[in-house]
């Protein structure tokens, strides 16, 4: 069971045992990103199978971080992934992965078919370059580097590097500060707020165990850059260099390199270029060894390709799509809060403020079961006998093994007749062979055995019960 916890951004340390063996080579998966962009994706938080779950809104959506393992158990992020698919189920919540790794995408190809959507967003992909090429700009393709560290060295013969202490806190907030005066003077909106975010990680940088290095010339703050260890990788979040240094740049990005990526560090990882296409061709100078995808893949549900209710005959029924003029026996129907406590849902949860008691116009319900249609929720069909509507079945919660759960109701006095258990078992027929799911599931209270004679007849089979309710499946073989 998923347990999504809310953090403010001081809580971000809680993720520190999962990011700090990662292999994933995702900046995203670090205390520093989370840290520093807390403010727009804020995201909640689960552990399952010992795997780190992140959960965030963004643009009006929810997206899931891939599953990351604390000891890179590919099997226990599977099973993350299906704990995921429940909670999205419970919840009614749409599931998108986000920041998957390049290798996991086919774990989730495999497991959702030909319905998956994948895309990697180029702007957001991260650049990894062999931490050796840094620590030593060698090689013909490094020239360029190599004489600004040269030209810096010769010009700045005082020059020095300091590996950060935290007595040094002033002195390095005084060289952010005259840098961002001059960034800012440039009008970048971005900038400006990576810079106020940068202003917050310098206090936390003992307590979240960063690296951090600063040049000086002279005695004076003249470039900086912090970085955070991740598995085999050092991730650079912050570089800065006054311009007037000439050389800047390069010098401390190989000083940093020298002090900091040393045995077990592999990779540097200098984070994405948010479609800047200046930074763009700065970070290919520097010759990546690989250009890290960060994967978005979005499941698609059986209903998600629906675009119109069907028509369904049985030898006494007809269910289909409930028209205006039967708005009135609709609301009779979805409006009878006594009997619909067996449907388990209350309709006034959702109903309009006005009158204490005051029962909504006709039109608003089957307006709700339109719209829940039109947001892929549910599949509504009216039940008609000899042309009038005499109850409804409703195919919901779409899972992303191809599933779905199946309901029924009718009107008091059509009750006893069959048709309930008539119309499940068509509907269930449809699912199975139309929409092609693997498995039509059913529930009722346990205080409402006649439900489970009705299901029984429509041909399901129990399979499971709970404190609350007793469950009941069909599949095409039964």
């Given at each position: 069971?998923?347990?999504?916890?809310?953090?403010?951004?001081?809580?971000?340390?809680?993720?520190?045992?999962?990011?700090?063996?990662?292999?994933?080579?995702?900046?995203?998966?670090?205390?520093?990103?989370?840290?520093?962009?807390?403010?727009?994706?804020?995201?909640?938080?689960?552990?399952?199978?010992?795997?780190?779950?992140?959960?965030?809104?963004?643009?009006?959506?929810?997206?899931?971080?891939?599953?990351?393992?604390?000891?890179?158990?590919?099997?226990?992020?599977?099973?993350?992934?299906?704990?995921?698919?429940?909670?999205?189920?419970?919840?009614?919540?749409?599931?998108?992965?986000?920041?998957v790794p390049r290798e996991s995408v086919p774990d989730l190809?495999?497991?959702?078919?030909?319905?998956?959507?994948?895309?990697?967003?180029?702007?957001?992909?991260?650049?990894?370059?062999?931490?050796?090429?840094?620590?030593?700009?060698?090689?013909?393709?490094?020239?360029?580097?190599?004489?600004?560290?040269?030209?810096?060295?010769?010009?700045?013969?005082?020059?020095?590097?300091?590996?950060?202490?935290?007595?040094?806190?002033?002195?390095?907030?005084?060289?952010?500060?005259?840098?961002?005066?001059?960034?800012?003077?440039?009008?970048?909106?971005?900038?400006?707020?990576?810079?106020?975010?940068?202003?917050?990680?310098?206090?936390?940088?003992?307590?979240?165990?960063?690296?951090?290095?600063?040049?000086?010339?002279?005695?004076?703050?003249?470039?900086?850059?912090?970085?955070?260890?991740?598995?085999?990788?050092?991730?650079?979040?912050?570089?800065?260099?006054?311009?007037?240094?000439?050389?800047?740049?390069?010098?401390?990005?190989?000083?940093?390199?020298?002090?900091?990526?040393?045995?077990?560090?592999?990779?540097?990882?200098?984070?994405?270029?948010?479609?800047?296409?200046?930074?763009?061709?700065?970070?290919?100078?520097?010759?990546?060894?690989?250009?890290?995808?960060?994967?978005?893949?979005?499941?698609?549900?059986?209903?998600?390709?629906?675009?119109?209710?069907?028509?369904?005959?049985?030898?006494?029924?007809?269910?289909?799509?409930?028209?205006?003029?039967?708005?009135?026996?609709?609301?009779?129907?979805?409006?009878?809060?006594?009997?619909?406590?067996?449907?388990?849902?209350?309709?006034?949860?959702?109903?309009?403020?006005?009158?204490?008691?005051?029962?909504?116009?006709?039109?608003?319900?089957?307006?709700?079961?339109?719209?829940?249609?039109?947001?892929?929720?549910?599949?509504?069909?009216?039940i008609y006998a000899e042309g009038k509507l005499i109850g409804?079945?409703?195919?919901?919660?779409?899972?992303?093994?191809?599933?779905?759960?199946?309901?029924?109701?009718?009107?008091?006095?059509?009750?006893?007749?069959?048709?309930?258990?008539?119309?499940?078992?068509?509907?269930?027929?449809?699912?199975?062979?139309?929409?092609?799911?693997?498995?039509?599931?059913?529930?009722?209270?346990?205080?409402?055995?006649?439900?489970?004679?009705?299901?029984?007849?429509?041909?399901?089979?129990?399979?499971?019960?709970d404190e609350t309710y007793l469950y009941y499946m069909k599949?095409?073989?039964?």
């Amino acid at each position: 069971m998923l347990n999504f916890t809310k953090t403010k951004k001081e809580d971000v340390l809680a993720y520190a045992p999962y990011f700090a063996g990662q292999t994933t080579h995702v900046s995203d998966f670090s205390l520093c990103f989370q840290f520093m962009w807390h403010k727009y994706f804020a995201p909640d938080y689960a552990v399952v199978e010992d795997c780190l779950v992140l959960k965030e809104l963004y643009a009006g959506k929810y997206y899931f971080h891939y599953p990351l393992s604390r000891t890179g158990d590919r099997e226990a992020q599977m099973r993350a992934v299906a704990a995921l698919e429940q909670y999205c189920r419970g919840a009614e919540v749409r599931l998108h992965f986000t920041n998957v790794p390049r290798e996991s995408v086919p774990d989730l190809v495999l497991r959702y078919g030909q319905d998956v959507s994948v895309t990697n967003i180029r702007r957001w992909r991260d650049y990894l370059y062999t931490a050796e090429s840094f620590r030593t700009y060698a090689g013909g393709k490094y020239s360029g580097q190599r004489n600004h560290v040269n030209k810096f060295k010769k010009n700045y013969p005082d020059w020095q590097f300091h590996v950060y202490r935290a007595e040094d806190e002033g002195a390095l907030l005084a060289f952010l500060h005259e840098y961002d005066a001059a960034q800012r003077a440039k009008g970048s909106y971005l900038a400006a707020e990576e810079m106020d975010e940068v202003y917050e990680l310098v206090p936390v940088i003992g307590l979240f165990g960063l690296r951090c290095g600063y040049l000086t010339v002279g005695g004076k703050i003249v470039a900086c850059a912090i970085g955070e260890r991740c598995g085999d990788m050092l991730i650079v979040h912050v570089e800065k260099a006054l311009r007037a240094y000439e050389g800047a740049y390069p010098m401390i990005a190989q000083q940093f390199a020298l002090a900091f990526a040393g045995e077990g560090v592999r990779y540097l990882n200098r984070m994405d270029d948010a479609g800047d296409m200046g930074l763009r061709k700065s970070k290919l100078q520097y010759l990546p060894c690989e250009i890290v995808g960060k994967y978005n893949v979005t499941p698609r549900r059986a209903i998600d390709g629906v675009s119109h209710l069907p028509s369904i005959r049985t030898e006494r029924l007809v269910l289909k799509p409930v028209p205006d003029e039967d708005a009135a026996v609709y609301a009779r129907l979805a409006g009878d809060t006594e009997r619909n406590r067996w449907w388990g849902y209350d309709w006034r949860e959702d109903a309009p403020e006005g009158a204490d008691g005051a029962v909504p116009k006709p039109q608003w319900f089957l307006a709700c079961a339109r719209t829940l249609f039109k947001e892929k929720m549910e599949m509504p069909l009216g039940i008609y006998a000899e042309g009038k509507l005499i109850g409804e079945v409703v195919l919901h919660r779409f899972g992303y093994l191809a599933e779905a759960e199946i309901g029924v109701r009718l009107l008091p006095e059509y009750e006893g007749m069959g048709y309930a258990s008539e119309a499940v078992s068509a509907y269930a027929e449809y699912a199975l062979c139309k929409l092609e799911l693997e498995r039509v599931e059913a529930k009722h209270f346990k205080e409402n055995p006649r439900s489970g004679s009705m299901l029984l007849r429509a041909g399901m089979r129990r399979c499971g019960e709970d404190e609350t309710y007793l469950y009941y499946m069909k599949t095409a073989a039964m």
